[in-house]
């Protein structure tokens, strides 16, 4: 998988990939970081990509010429790959547009800004707009890590054999059921029994009730409309122990 990063800062790009299980997806050779320096496109004579906005105000504004130089050059690299801007006015990223993306086999690029923004006519050349949320920060960089990040989860040869991103928490459509390590006792909190006894089904029905119960608690709005059986007799229970509870 290519992810191709248009940016003005490189270097944080690629200090935030050399760690952990992206570097180890890197050497797989599983994903492929690329970045793009708009810089490297400006012509004048101070290599400027930033001017003052017309009609007055604080900051700077990136230039049209080196952000679109440069994103056609992402575009060469990556035929038919989604050109994604990072901004906080764009729709919301979610977990399932990470398992999408991932089957995306043109790559990705994305194009991160600084300063007050982009000049609007660079979206010309963009395919979306992408959130992380709702707030500002200082650039698209972080955004557009945190979306590879994602991404990169669901590419075959990045997680380890063992562990699955289809597996867990939001890819279920439930949050994550605790997960318990030794010591059994730990400050005075143990680990419940039945992680304990060996019991597969009970275990595993144990894991589904967690995880309905903190959907439940914290995230009513992810439970399933029509559960089936056995997720309607769990949510049942949960329901009547923590009416017992309030008492
Ligand atoms: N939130 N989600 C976000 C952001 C920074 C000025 C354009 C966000 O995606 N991006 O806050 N981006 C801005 C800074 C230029 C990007």
Known sequence: MKFIFVTLFPEQIKAAADHSILRRGVEAGAIQIECINPRDFSLDRHHSVDDAPFGGGVGMVLKPEPMVEAIRAARAKAPGAPVIAMSPGGTTFKQALAETWAREETGLIFVCGHYEGFDERIYHWVDM????????????????????????????????????????????????????????????????????????????????????????????????????????????????????DRF
């Open 129 to 244: 707009k992408i959130s992380i949320g709702d707030f500002v920060l200082t650039g698209g960089e972080l955004p557009a890590l945190m979306i590879m990040d994602a991404v990169s989860r669901f590419v075959p040869g990045v997680l380890g054999k063992l562990a699955s991103a289809e597996e867990d928490s939001f890819s279920s459509g439930l949050l994550e059921y605790p997960q318990y390590t030794r010591p059994v006792v730990f400050e005075g909190m143990e680990v419940p029994e039945v992680l304990r006894n060996g019991n597969h089904q009970m275990i595993a029905r144990w894991r589904r009730k967690q995880a309905l119960k903190a959907t439940y608690l914290l995230r009513p709005d992810m439970l399933p409309a029509e559960p089936d059986k056995l997720d309607a007799k769990l949510l049942k229970e949960i329901q009547e122990e923590l009416e017992k």
